[in-house]
């Protein structure tokens, strides 16, 4: 009997997230290794080639060259997917890129005409929520029709605080983008419109960020969709969804583990980050995709076209932050490529 | 030592939630019992009767003409309130009346206008969970200010099912009219507008219903109230807010009580009626109401200018259920009396 | 149709207890009025006779010479109780007395002898645990056979702190006493033996004390009990009860309410002291007890024969505190007359 | 930069717990491959072969002159333990053991000696609870000392239902096993006495069957463990331990992920299985085992000296299964090769 050898991962970008990445495929992930980091910086790409076996690049051409990847991981910053995701399309490289798939439609739509010109998808993107065993179980009782049809999804997305550089737009680009892929996965319908409501602004939020916002979306079934998204809460990360059915309702994202009476109360620790809460998502994520490519599938998760409509959502949504109602959209028509 | 005689209350209207206040008040709350009851209804009024110690009248009139009652509790229908109200004024009676305080603002202006002719407000209000412990244990943490400010109450409001009589506009003025005193209560800050969102219309619902219905309430303070008001669960009976502040949320309706593990699950029952999920607070706020009329203060709880208050938010909820965005209003001065 | 009048209840021992029912029967219980107070200490007498309506007397005798009472509460020092009984039931009262019924079995035998003398049952003690929601639920599920038999009861019985009155053998007679009443309730079995067990010592608990205690009851019909017993826990106040039966388990006691998430964790507050955890166990047997001595069952709780059983049960819980393996003990034969 | 290669390791045995390994060596644990199955079961070790890269081999001898391995993984039946352990020790093959060490302690001490012939210990033992998040978390909270002193620990553990070869000792020695480990870990001392009390009986359970039993465990620094042991629950499987502190207890082992409100409950999904309540642990241990086999210190867990220690205690407590009263014993004095 024969093994199959280790996949040969290239990473794209390494700062905090390709360090993860590079980390997780080198210590967690099975049948999997890095054998390229492609990081302009010189210090950042030093840094995370110390991945057993890798070699490090400038660029994701130089790597080709060298013929010293079979597949990508892109984890730069979104403003940079499109550079890479342009060549390793052209080179029929199999590709998990961080979320999101470009920070425009536009792009968005360029990068899914050239992975066109291929036989199959090959692009699977870094919504790891898809990939959560909670989301999942949601998404079973929703295909089960256990609890009858879905009719309204609440959702809460809590950070206890973000970075300097993080703006206002970024309230939706940046975080309620996830709850655009995977509450139209959850519902089986895409966005029809986006709205935004503003609760009290929390005066402890910084200075620039007008938030916590409420996040209205109508799915094209009806579902209603809403989210408060709030990013200065200090008290801890929750990201956690009710879903409310004809007969029943679910609820997933509540803390858990270790429970303890003490000083009067009983408590249960919460989570203060998305590494913790997510932790076993972004695993399996780069699991199934590095067995998706080790097969030939390719992809194992969500693909461009959903990264598209992601950025369509973004788009509306940002608008919404600004402009009062809803704010509808609709997509191209999907190509039977992506069927 | 002297004691202090028995309050002899009168109530008003002997069908489901008259029978109700008769029972808790002869069997539940000290200082006080049903001396006479006014229900034109002769069957009704006999079968309440059985309190003892208790006559029937069929009109307030006669009761007052008989010297029967110190005090009255109003439990007809809405529509008739205006009716008993405006004769239990006139001859200077203490009133706990039942929700709403009239079913139009305009109606509540009549009712207002004629209390202020007597020294100080004589009617209280029937919105019972101001006096239940958890209600009032959430508006002990926003005033405290240990979670920082307020900024956005989430809601649900969810019913096992509704009787043929519920009318689409009832969704507003039987149901979320609870949202209306309470959650400006919590808030410390009454309401500016009224919008109303339908997520996908649960089709086991009857079918003049289209409901759920997600009610987005502004207040003056900037915070946001959303409500999920649903009546065909089926599941359970549940009411429950969210409170997000600052640093922190908190959260209040949960079930409790036995908890079990079987076939695989752990499990604890959830209520089915509001007549346990609120049976407390019932008995707290009639006890209350009781108290306050033996030692002169007369009300202890939602005046009738909260009624007028709430009247006013009703009119524009039930605009908003066909009118798209947020329908403001703007109440009449407060009455010094009121104060 | 003509009014019951209330029962006037006599109230003997104006201590921290016997205060408490006094409030209790003025101000919640419908249906009965404080009409004595029968206390030897002349400052608490008159403290406790601000109730309106009631007389305050230095002996039963004094108060039954007087005509002032139909029925007496019993809530002095377990010491005293028998001097107590004694003129009530030679006087033919109704009595609700405070655990225990007395503080040994040879007395209570003495009370049970005395009390036989009468047509019916006139004692009924003060184990509220049996008037609370959760064990009455619990005690449903047992009879109800939905979860198969009952096997086992593991129960936790914890104090923040104890006054320095408090003795090692009162870990038995003031605190155990409760369990040896309700567990045997629970399951339909009488106690066989008593078992004691030593955890760590707790060197923050009170030099005189070695404890937390295990004690391990066997029941007739073969249930096992294992209850902690802890009593210097600081962090809350506890009881709590797991019950393992064929097909599942159910657990009561565990706290509720408002739910809070702040500072990275998930909390819902406990209990600090039993005034608040049985606060409505204590007006739901004062209210039964009322009912009961109205309509003439007179008891409507355990009885004196119980009371006798708990005496037994204490007594060998308290040489199981230094004797080795299961003290066990065989009761008299129970009369008719308490069947 | 070099690459590490892969750990190549041996699994003996292919039943049930060996295809576990098998499968999550191969596909979860990274720097790992399995590259030979020692099973003498023709049939058992093509199944097993299809893990890709091994060789299957009929003894332990004959993989190690075929140079096959570098280290093993021992999942035979227990009564088989020894015979691989002698050839595997003698080779200097680093080993992870599959709980138990040896079914008796006489065989326990006789590997012992063989070990402590090479230069360090070279097995470590499967008793995966110490690598559970959540067993992690308490072990953690004790040593921190923030809740007090440890005093009491009360575990259950539940099955629901077992084999036909399951026999009534197998209630210490295959299940209770665990505890025997587990506890002394958490409190930080070893085993003083066993002790067995019997519930009543489950009669749905297997009639050769005595069972639930409570396990009272000493410790030698005071801590008191008790353990309900059931094998015939149904409704779930449970691994859950309550510590009781100073200043507050702690809980681990409650069910949680999605929650669901339907019918009237509230409810959440309980394990039914050790292979998902443990999923987590299992590769966690073998993961820090292939570490610590790279990196040379051989053994990251549990070793050979803690498999003695709970042969000597599973003696005791299958003793205890028929005698009276607490069964003490002393293990010999611990060399300084397990320091």
Redesign the interface.
């Known amino acids: 009997?024969?093994?199959?050898p280790d996949l040969r991962v290239g990473v794209g970008g390494a700062g905090q997230m390709g360090a993860d990445h590079i980390q997780r495929i080198?210590?967690?992930?099975?049948?999997a290794?890095v054998s390229a980091i492609v990081e302009p910086d010189a210090g950042r790409a030093a840094a995370a080639?110390?991945a057993?076996?890798?070699?490090a690049f400038a660029s994701l051409d130089d790597a080709l060259d060298a013929s010293a990847l079979e597949a990508v991981v892109i984890a730069t910053p979104g403003q940079f997917h499109e550079l890479v995701l342009v060549p390793a399309l052209a080179a029929g490289l199999p590709v998990l890129c961080e979320k999101p798939l470009t920070p425009d439609s536009a792009e968005a739509l360029r990068v899914l005409e050239l992975e066109q010109t291929l036989d199959r998808p090959h692009i699977q993107l870094g919504f790891m929520r898809r990939f959560d065993?909670?989301y999942r179980?949601?998404r079973e009782?929703v295909v089960s029709g256990d609890?009858?049809?879905?009719?309204?999804l609440?959702g809460v997305h809590r950070n206890p605080s973000v970075p300097e550089s993080y703006t206002q737009s970024m309230l939706i680009t940046d975080s309620v983008v996830h709850e655009f892929d995977v509450m139209p996965w959850l519902a089986g319908s895409p966005v029809a419109s986006v709205e935004v409501?503003?609760?009290?602004?929390?005066?402890?939020a910084p200075e620039r960020l007008r938030e916590?916002i409420?996040v209205?979306i109508e799915l094209r079934?009806?579902?209603?969709v809403?989210v408060?998204m709030?990013v200065?809460?200090?008290?801890?990360y929750?990201v956690a969804t009710e879903a409310?059915f004809?007969?029943?309702?679910?609820?997933?994202g509540?803390?858990?583990?270790?429970?303890?009476?003490?000083?009067?109360?009983?408590?249960?620790?919460?989570?203060?980050s998305f590494t913790t809460r997510f932790a076993?998502a972004y695993d399996a994520q780069v699991q199934a995709w590095v067995d998706a490519v080790r097969d030939g599938s390719l992809v194992a998760g969500p693909n461009a076209w959903d990264g598209y409509l992601v950025a369509l959502a973004c788009e509306a949504g940002v608008r919404a932050l600004s402009e009062?109602?809803p704010i509808a959209f609709a997509p191209a028509e999907r190509p039977a490529f992506y069927a």
């Open positions: 009997m024969t093994t199959t080198t210590r967690v992930i099975s049948g290794t080639a110390a057993p076996g890798s070699r065993d909670e179980a949601l009782l609890a009858g049809e879905l009719l309204f609440r409501k503003y609760p009290r602004r929390n005066d402890r916590p409420l209205l079934n009806g579902v209603l809403d408060e709030n200065s809460v200090r008290f801890g929750q409310v004809q007969t029943g309702t679910a609820r997933i509540q803390p858990a583990g270790l429970q303890r009476w003490s000083d009067a109360r009983f408590s249960i620790a919460e989570h203060t076993r009062p109602g």
